[in-house]
């Protein structure tokens, strides 16, 4: 660890590789995968090396080749499933509704299409209006 405040420069290139490298909850994904399609090699595993790096050393160019493609082909999904909203970030509900009573204090009550009320009361902001 370095002394003073003034030499954080150079500690940088390790803090951006652990937060490249490390999986964040609110995406599943590490940022180095979504960007690259695949995970990085860490130092450590150049120094011994894994069982991946193993059996990339060992594959011949056409097979080497062949798994990169597939490996690019799911790099999309990868994306989009990470970025889909998730937890308390997710829709709760969403389709076209009535608005069946209007509470004084912004609180309303809606129904589907098919005329059953919502279980709870909704704020009139998190509305957007429709008009037919």
Known sequence: MLQGSRQWHENLPFALLGYRTTIPTSIGATPY?????TE???PAEVEIPSIRVIVEAEIDDDEWFKTRLE????????????VEAKGKFSSNWQGTFIVKK??????LYLTD???????????????KRYYI
């Open 33 to 37: 995968l979504l960007v690259y399609g």
């Open 102 to 107: 209007v509470f004084p204090n912004g609180a």
């Open 71 to 82: 490996q690019l082909s799911l790099i999309d999904e990868k994306i989009l499933t990470s």
């Open 113 to 127: 299409i098919e005329g059953k009320m919502a279980k709870m009361a909704i704020n009139v902001d998190a509305l």
């Open 40 to 42: 990085a090699v860490i």
